[in-house]
C-alpha cells in the first residue's frame, strides 16, 4: 500500500485512507536527514525537521503539508524541490466564521483526492467514504476513551501510534475505555528500564509521588518524537501533566461524526469535524482556541502552564502575553530548538518553574 | 538649479529650504525643514542623506507629516481605515468614498529607526509578550497601545492566511487587547492544476479562477464594511474611478522606477526611490496630493537625464534589492558603497502594476490582490526578480532580511538559488534591523564586496 505522510491534525486521515493509501502523520525526530535540509537561521526546527525526515524516509510516496503555518507553507516548497516524493500543499483557510472559508476547506479536500488518485490512489465511493470514517470514527472513540488511563507521556504515545496509523493496540485500548487494567509495557511504557524488575516497587513510589505532583497544562506546538521526554522531565521535577494541549495531543483530534448525516454527505462531515471542530492557533480569530482553553484549564485544575513552542514560531510565541493575562496562571515559556540532545537546558527551566510553583 | 545634483545632509538641506522658503518658491503647506520632526523626535534624519531637489523636499516631507493628516482627518470628521498587511487592495478600495482615509499601521514598523528606539514602542510590545524574535512590524502594537502616534482607526482590516506569522500573530494580540478586527481570508496562491481555468494576474502570476473567486467575495466583505462605515454606498462606479486613480499614482511610479533605475548616471538616491515607492500602497494618506509629489519627482528626474546630470557617480554598480530595510539609513550606505539601486522587489509590487481598467471592478480588485507576491510560492516572486532584475539592468541581487520574518529564511534561500541559476547574478544576504549601526562595518563590507565582484565581472 502506498503511504502518504502529513503533519498537520487538519488532514483528514480517513480521506487518505478512503482513497487506499496509507496515511502516516509522521512526528519527525530529532535526527541527521534534517540537518542538510533548510536555511537553519529562522527556520522552525520542527519543519526544517520534518521535511528532512519526509525526504529521506523509505517507503514514503506522498507529502501532505497545509498552509496552518507560514513556516510549513514555505517548507512544502522548499521540499518540492528539493527531487523528493511528490508533494500536496492545502490550502487550510485562516478565517472560519464565513462559508466560504469551510467551502475553500472541502474544496482543498476535494483538489487533494485527485492528488491522491495521482499517487495511485482510488476515489472513494460515498458509502466507501462513509464506512472508512466510520471505522476510524470508533477507533479514535477508543483512543480517547483510554487516554485518562494512560498516564501523560503513554496518551501522548497512543495517540502518536494512531496518527502512525498502527492499529495494534486498539483492542487494548478499547480494554482500558472500558475501565480494564492497562498492560503498562506495551501501552504505557516504552523505556526498557521500566520494564525490568523491581518495576512493581517503582509503579508504587511513582504513584506516591504523582499524588503529590503540581498539575500543570501543557499547551503549545507540535512535539517531535523524542519530546515525549518533556512528560519524564516534568514528573521528575515534580509537575504533572493533567492536561495536553500541544498539537500533538488529544486537542486537535477532530469531532465525533454524526453517523446520520456521514451516510448524507460523508464530505460535509469530514469538514464539520476537522475544520469545524478542531480549535488551534493560527485560526483568525482564534477564538475556538480560547473557549477551548479555558474551559480545560478550569476542568483539569492545573495551576501552572508550560507553553511548548518551537523557536521561531510567531503565531505560540505571541500567544504567552494572553495567556498570562486571560487565565491568570504563571506561564513557562519553553522555547524548543531542537538542539538540547541531551533536554538539559529545558529540564533546568521546567525545574526552576516546578520551584517557583510549590 | 544649476549645479549638479548631490545628496545633502540634514542641516544643508533645511538651509536650502529656508533659502526656497525665503525666494517664495512655491511650496505646499505641509513642506518644510526636516528639523522640526527631530525636535519631535525623528532622530534617524540627522543621519541620513538627502536628495537635493525641491520634489526630494517635498517627498520627504510629505511622508514625515503622515500622522498629522490622520489626525486632522479625524478632527473633520473623516472616517479612518486602518488596513493591515494586503498592502495595496484595500485602500483603492477605501479611497474610493469621499469620507474616508486608509493608513497602513503596518507602517509603524518604521518608527523605531526614525525615532532611533526612543519612542519605546518595542518596548511596549515586548510587555505584550512580543520580542524581539518578532519581526518589526511588531511596533505597531506598540503604536495601538500607546495611542502617541496614529489615531486608532474606525475600522481595522487585516488580511490573513497566505501571510506571514509574525504579522497574523501580532494582529490576533491585537485584537485580544481589544481591538476589532475585520479579518479576511487570502488563500495561498497556487498554480493552476492541469485543465483548470485561470486568469493570468496583473504582473504576469497565474491563477485559478477558484481562488480570484474567493477572494472577490472576501472583498465583498470589505465593501460592505466600508460603505457601512461611510453611510454611503460603494457601488462599481466609485470603485472604478478608485482604481483609475489608482493607477495614475502607479504609471506616475512606473514611469519613475523605469527612468530612475536605468538611466546613468543615476538621477535619484536609493531612499528617495525607496519612500516613492511607498506611496503607492496607501497614497501617504492623500491620493490626490501623492499624485503631485510623484509628478514633481518624476519631472525632476527627467529634467537630470535630460541635463545627462546624476546624483550618484556614473558607472555605479547596477544593485536590484529585494525586502524593504527596516533601517532606512541603509539605503544611504548603498550608494556612498559605489552601487546604485536598479530594480526593487519592497514585498508589494502588486501594488506597482496597473490594475486592469477592462474587468469589473471587483473582479480587477480580486486579481491585483491575488498578485502579492508574499502569498504565493517563493517561486514565483524569485521569477519576478529575475524578470525585472533582467529588464532593469541589474548586475547583482541583494536579499535583504527582515530580522525575525517568517518568511524570510526560506524564501531567502529561494529566490538566491533561482536568480544564480536563470541569470547568473551574485546574490548576498544582508539582516538588517531597525538600528543598523552596530551592524555597520559588516553591511559596508559585504555591499563593497558586491559591488567589488560586479565591477570585476565587466571585465570578463
Known amino acids: 500500500m502506498r503511504t502518504v505522510v502529513y503533519s498537520s491534525p487538519f488532514v483528514p486521515a480517513e480521506w487518505l485512507a478512503a482513497h487506499g493509501l496509507r496515511p502516516v502523520r509522521l512526528r519527525p525526530g530529532a535526527g541527521a536527514p534534517a540537518e542538510s535540509l533548510g536555511p537553519i537561521m529562522g527556520m522552525c526546527p520542527y519543519a526544517r525537521a520534518f521535511v528532512g525526515e519526509a525526504a529521506s524516509m523509505p517507503g514514503v510516496d506522498g507529502v501532505v503539508l497545509t498552509t496552518t503555518c507560514d513556516q510549513m507553507r514555505r517548507a512544502a516548497e522548499w521540499l518540492a524541490l528539493g527531487g523528493g516524493p511528490p508533494v500536496f500543499l492545502m490550502n487550510v483557510p485562516a478565517t472560519w466564521q464565513t462559508p466560504a472559508a469551510a467551502r475553500l476547506y472541502r474544496d482543498e479536500l476535494q483538489r487533494m483526492g485527485r492528488f491522491l488518485v495521482g499517487l495511485g490512489g482510488a476515489p472513494p465511493s460515498r458509502d466507501g467514504l462513509a464506512e472508512t470514517v466510520e471505522a476510524y470514527d470508533a477507533r479514535r472513540a477508543a483512543l480517547r476513551g483510554a487516554l485518562g488511563a494512560l498516564g501523560p507521556r503513554g496518551a501522548s504515545e497512543a495517540v502518536a501510534r494512531f496518527d502512525a496509523g498502527e492499529e495494534a493496540h486498539d483492542a487494548a485500548l478499547r480494554d482500558l475505555g472500558r475501565g480494564g487494567s492497562p498492560d503498562p509495557p506495551r501501552l504505557n511504557r516504552t523505556r526498557g528500564a521500566q520494564d525490568a524488575g523491581g518495576a512493581a516497587g517503582q509503579e508504587t513510589c511513582r504513584a506516591r509521588a504523582l499524588s503529590r505532583a503540581v498539575p500543570l497544562a501543557l499547551v503549545g506546538g507540535p512535539l517531535r518524537r523524542d519530546d515525549v521526554r518533556l512528560f519524564d522531565a516534568i514528573e521528575r521535577a515534580g509537575g504533572l501533566v493533567v492536561l495536553d494541549g500541544t498539537e500533538s495531543g488529544a486537542r486537535t483530534l477532530p469531532a465525533p461524526f454524526d453517523r446520520r448525516r456521514l451516510r448524507d454527505d460523508p464530505l460535509l462531515e469530514l469538514v464539520d469535524a476537522y475544520f469545524g471542530a478542531i480549535p488551534d492557533i493560527f485560526r483568525r480569530p482564534d477564538t475556538a482556541l480560547h473557549q477551548w482553553l479555558g474551559r480545560e484549564l478550569a476542568a483539569s485544575s492545573a495551576r501552572g502552564i508550560i507553553l511548548w513552542r518551537n523557536v521561531w514560531c510567531d503565531l505560540w510565541a505571541a500567544s504567552v502575553g494572553r495567556l498570562r493575562e486571560t487565565t491568570g496562571l504563571p506561564v513557562l515559556d519553553l522555547d524548543v530548538s531542537g538542539e538540547d540532545a541531551g533536554f538539559g537546558r529545558t529540564g533546568d527551566r521546567i525545574q526552576a518553574f516546578m520551584e517557583m510553583l510549590r | ?460
Not at chain 2, 74 to 97: E, S
Not at chain 2, 265 to 285: D, G, T, V, W
Not at chain 2, 328 to 340: E, Q, S
Request: hydrophobic share 45%; charged share 25%; proline share 8%.
Open chain 2, 1 to 460: 538649479m544649476s549645479a549638479a545634483p548631490k545628496r545633502l545632509t540634514m542641516a544643508e538641506l533645511d538651509r536650502l529650504c529656508r533659502r526656497r522658503q525665503a525666494a517664495g518658491a512655491p511650496m505646499p503647506a505641509y513642506a518644510g525643514p526636516l528639523e522640526r520632526h527631530v525636535e519631535e523626535g525623528d532622530r534617524r534624519l540627522l543621519k541620513l542623506q538627502y536628495d537635493d531637489s525641491a520634489a526630494a523636499l517635498r517627498l520627504w516631507s510629505f511622508l514625515l507629516t503622515e500622522e498629522e493628516r490622520l489626525h486632522a482627518a479625524r478632527a473633520a470628521g473623516r472616517k479612518i481605515v486602518g488596513t493591515m498587511k494586503d498592502l495595496g487592495t484595500v485602500p483603492v478600495m477605501a479611497y474610493a468614498l469621499p469620507n474616508v482615509v486608509a493608513f497602513y499601521p503596518d507602517g509603524a514598523w518604521w518608527t523605531p529607526c526614525v525615532m532611533e528606539l526612543s519612542e519605546g514602542l518595542f518596548g511596549v510590545a515586548q510587555s505584550l509578550g512580543l520580542g524581539d524574535a518578532f519581526c518589526p512590524v511588531r511596533a505597531m502594537a506598540g503604536a495601538f497601545v500607546n495611542r502617541a502616534h496614529f489615531p486608532i482607526p474606525d475600522l481595522l482590516t487585516c488580511s490573513v492566511g497566505a501571510t506571514c506569522d509574525d504579522f497574523s500573530a501580532v494582529a490576533q494580540r491585537l485584537e485580544s487587547l481589544g481591538f476589532p478586527i475585520l479579518w479576511w481570508e487570502m488563500p495561498s496562491r497556487r498554480l493552476p492544476d492541469p485543465g483548470e481555468p485561470a486568469v493570468t494576474l496583473p504582473g504576469g502570476f497565474r491563477a485559478p479562477e477558484s481562488q480570484v473567486a474567493l477572494v472577490r467575495s472576501e472583498l465583498d466583505r470589505i465593501r460592505a464594511a466600508l460603505a457601512e462605515l461611510a453611510g454611503a454606498p460603494l457601488g462599481d462606479d466609485e470603485l472604478a474611478a478608485g482604481i483609475r486613480e489608482a493607477n495614475r499614482v502607479r504609471g506616475l511610479l512606473g514611469d519613475l522606477r523605469r527612468l530612475a533605475y536605468t538611466a546613468d548616471p543615476c538621477p535619484m538616491p536609493a531612499l528617495e526611490m525607496l519612500i516613492a515607492e511607498m506611496l503607492a500602497i496607501h497614497f501617504c494618506s492623500d491620493r490626490a496630493e501623492s499624485v503631485a509629489v510623484l509628478a514633481e519627482l518624476l519631472a525632476e528626474v527627467r529634467r537630470r537625464i535630460d541635463k545627462g546630470r546624476g546624483v550618484l557617480p556614473e558607472g555605479a554598480a547596477r544593485l536590484f534589492w529585494v525586502n524593504p530595510v527596516a533601517d532606512l539609513r541603509v539605503m544611504n550606505l548603498l550608494d556612498d558603497c559605489g552601487a546604485r539601486l536598479c530594480g526593487t522587489e519592497f514585498l508589494f509590487c502588486h501594488a506597482l502594476d496597473a490594475i486592469p481598467e477592462d474587468l469589473p471592478p471587483m473582479e480587477a480588485l480580486a486579481r491585483m490582490a491575488l498578485a502579492d507576491p508574499m502569498v504565493g510560492p517563493a517561486a514565483d516572486r524569485a521569477a519576478r526578480v529575475v524578470r525585472d532584475a533582467r529588464a532593469f539592468g541589474a548586475e547583482a541581487v541583494v536579499v535583504s532580511r527582515i530580522p525575525g520574518a517568517s518568511h524570510c529564511a526560506l524564501e531567502g534561500a529561494v529566490i538566491g538559488r533561482m536568480v544564480r541559476e536563470a541569470i547568473g547574478l551574485p546574490v548576498v544576504e544582508l539582516e538588517v534591523p531597525p538600528m543598523a549601526d552596530p551592524m555597520w562595518p559588516t553591511l559596508k563590507t559585504r555591499l563593497e564586496a558586491l559591488v567589488e565582484t560586479v565591477i570585476e565581472r565587466r571585465k570578463r
